[in-house]
């Protein structure tokens, strides 16, 4: 009878998701997540981190940090690290023609190119990847995701100068069953998810899981009468995890990806000049927008606990091959054709890491590893001129103005060390270290076309300029911290922590490459997490300073042959407080209320080189840093209520920002003005029911809300980029 079930359910999640790609770590079998929820809904002080690398309690981890589950993170809408800004007050996403980055405390990265480094990286499950092309596609089945905030540094690595982005998704379990969802909305959206998870036997799990979204484009293109911002990916992940021994738990993954969609597309204004953001849902386009990425990724995770003095062992390790394709309008009124950024890249990244560690209840913890990072990027790409204008020659229709044909080899190597000693049965000191070395080399070449790029130059041979370049460098980051356990409810902690991201070198292709040096943060932060009224309550505070140096900015540079790229142009000092408040309040409703509160400032005598022509020299001393809006604030509530047998629950949630620069000149034209959204969700279950229906409004008020205003001196022209209008829907869900 159980073989038979087995079959029906992988039957009805293959019917669900046949539209999907078919694919193939909490090593543990995991425990059903029915049971799971019941046993925690009114405790708000169970979930469950790794932010530490162990698994802990996130009220007693000494580390500021948010996290959602699965669950809520659907229904918020949540499907991706860019919607995570709508319910998180710390992060700041912003958008850069298919290469988004991630704003923590203000710490952030401009840098997408294929030498640049994020400040918050996004790890799925433990696996790091530089580019973020695949991170929509892996929103799906998830466990939870931890957004730890402040230098991460000494035990993960890998730039975290501004914090982490921990993406957990759900493992096989020992419970047959899962979950088939269906969302129906605006914009002709159809949103498939699903999950089967199968015991194939005491010490084997399998776990499958498959997600396919589609929208039609948020944004009109006249001219070309085209569309926008939409959807289309698909997505599977296969799973085991196997016990053979007693101590040894193991665990492969394989994920499948897919994206064919036009993707982000930007409204053009004149540069330099304050624009209204006016309609953002209808404006002109002149060359055709197109987003394409294959992409596949293999991850392993094997430990054994059996060790003398009850060691664990721990080997994780991973591939992640990506195949990227984007086309973005590049047309501009500099030169009388319309012309496309065509971007092809080939990430091949592999992770490789090996810990060791002692049981967390010892009075002595102690865990220790070696981390190594490695990425070859094949780049194949460049602006090319699509029709020319009516009466100008045609020499250079369909021809590449400047085209860029390098290899690029990026490698990490980390070892770390983290100490803890419980002083007293409530007193516990850390120490943790890291030493980490980053190299990157590139070789290849750019070639100009002049004649193709500005019109006096008809004619003019292309010049080839070599693009090689090299960067080694390396640098000790540290944690020192105390954590005091007042009672089982109260918890305090204070730490210092530094953080390192690594330098690169860049280059417009008629120049050869220039450095830039790493940049480095130092962070002083005081914590209270605290559980009141029968744990009905939790309220968290995080007060931190931090000194940025060494702050990498886009600028203009004459070095560059009068191109933009990056460099270092000083220190900066942040400082901030943030709040969680979370109440439930017996036969009245569930609140929320969340605030993150910055102050950032550049130092004096800091001066910035704007791409105009002629080139300025600005002074930006005492400027804010880009992305870091002063107050943002999100706040909900959730009231439940017995109907017809069942139970409907009311959710309504919104989120404030105040208004924040996209970069660091602090001008107008590329100033996010304050604004405020509104969610609303509906959901109802009844009794002893498997289903589960709801509905929902996001963006009630259909707010326009930048996702970025940059000006490009490349094509005289400043770009707006929009955060997605009101989107409504159904969803159901089925669980089995």
């Known amino acids: 009878m159980q073989y ?31 049971k799971a929820d019941s046993a925690d809904k009114n405790d708000l002080n169970v979930v469950v981190v790794t932010a530490n690398r162990v698994r802990s309690n996130a009220q007693t981890t000494a580390v500021a940090l948010d996290v959602y589950k699965g669950t809520a993170l659907a229904d918020a809408g949540v499907s991706n690290v860019q919607a995570l800004q709508t319910i998180d007050p710390s992060i700041n996403v912003t958008s850069s023609t298919g290469a988004a980055y991630v704003a923590v405390r203000g710490v952030a990265s401009t840098d997408t190119t294929e030498t640049g480094d994020p400040a918050v990286p996004i790890a799925r499950d433990g696996f790091f990847t530089n580019r973020s092309f695949s991170i929509a596609s892996s929103m799906y089945d998830i466990e939870r995701v931890e957004v730890l905030k402040g230098p991460q540094g000494t035990l993960f690595g890998r730039n975290s100068t501004g914090g982490l982005i921990n ?44 997600v396919d979204r589609h929208h039609t484009g948020y944004r009109h293109l006249s001219g070309i009468n085209g569309s926008g911002d939409d959807e289309g990916t698909k997505s599977a992940r296969l799973q085991f995890a196997f016990q053979p021994v007693a101590g040894f738990q193991g665990l492969v993954s394989y994920q499948k990806d897919k994206t064919d969609a036009i993707g982000d597309v930007t409204k053009v204004a004149p540069v330099g000049v304050l624009t209204p953001v006016g309609d953002a849902k209808t404006f002109p386009g002149w060359a055709p927008t197109a987003t394409k990425l294959d992409g596949e990724r293999l991850r392993w995770e094997f430990s054994y606990d059996r060790l003398p003095w009850d060691l664990t062992l721990t080997y994780a390790g991973g591939i992640d091959r990506q195949d990227y394709h984007h086309e973005t309008d590049a047309t501009g009124p500099s030169y009388p054709a319309a012309r496309q950024f065509i971007q092809n890249e080939s990430p091949d990244t592999r992770n490789h890491e090996i810990r060791i560690s002692t049981p967390l209840k010892n009075s002595v913890t102690w865990q220790a590893g070696y981390f190594y990072f490695h990425e070859t990027n094949l780049i194949n790409s460049g602006v090319a001129n699509l029709a020319m204008d009516a009466g100008v020659p045609t020499d250079y229709a369909y021809t590449y103005g400047i085209k860029f044909d390098y290899v690029i080899k990026t490698k990490t190597q980390g070892l770390f060390s983290q100490v803890g000693w419980s002083l007293t049965d409530a007193l516990k000191l850390t120490i943790g270290g890291r030493y980490s070395r980053d190299e990157k080399l590139r070789t290849g070449q750019a070639r100009l076309l002049l004649g193709a790029l500005v019109s006096p130059y008809i004619g003019a041979p292309a010049i080839i300029t070599a693009g090689d370049g090299q960067m080694k460098e390396s640098k000790p980051t540290y944690q020192l911290g105390l954590d005091w356990t007042l009672t089982p409810q109260n918890f305090l902690y204070v730490k210092y922590a530094t953080g390192y991201k690594s330098g690169g070198f860049n280059s417009n292709g008629s120049a050869v490459s220039v450095p830039y040096d790493a940049e480095t943060l130092k962070a002083l932060e005081f914590g209270s997490k605290n559980s009141l009224w029968d744990r009905r309550i939790k309220l968290n505070v995080a007060l931190f300073h931090q000194n940025y140096q060494n702050y990498q900015a886009s600028q203009f540079s004459d070095a560059l042959s009068s191109g933009t790229g990056v460099f270092n142009i000083g220190k900066a000092t942040i400082k901030g407080l943030e709040t969680e408040l979370v109440a439930t309040v017996p036969e009245v409703a569930r609140f929320d209320l969340n605030t993150t509160l910055l102050n950032t400032r550049f130092g004096g005598g800091i001066s910035a080189t704007e791409g105009s022509s002629p080139a300025v020299s600005r002074d930006i001393s005492g400027h804010a840093l880009p992305n870091a809006p002063k107050f943002v604030m999100t706040a909900g509530v959730q009231k439940n209520f017995d109907v017809a047998g069942g139970d409907l629950m009311a959710r309504l949630s919104a989120k404030y920002s105040g208004a924040f620069y996209y970069t660091v000149f602090n001008d107008q034209d590329t100033r996010s003005p304050a604004y405020t959204t509104v969610n609303a969700l509906l959901s109802y279950r009844r009794d002893g029911s498997s289903w589960e229906f709801q509905s929902y409004v996001n963006n009630l008020t259909d707010k326009v809300v930048l996702a970025n205003a940059q000006r490009n001196y490349t094509s005289v022209i400043n770009t707006l980029q929009f955060q997605p209008p009101r989107t409504f829907g159904v969803r159901a869900r089925y669980s089995f």
């Open 4 to 34: 038979k079930r087995i079959l029906e359910c992988l039957l009805a999640s293959g019917a669900m998701l046949l539209s999907s790609q078919s694919a193939f770590a909490q090593l543990a079998p995991q425990p059903d997540a029915q």
């Open 167 to 210: 993406i957990i998704t759900a493992k096989p379990g020992e419970t047959l069953g899962g979950y088939l969802s269906t969302d129906v909305g605006n914009y002709n959206a159809v949103n498939l998810e699903g999950a089967v998870n199968v015991p194939l036997s005491d010490k084997v799990q399998m776990r499958f899981s498959a």
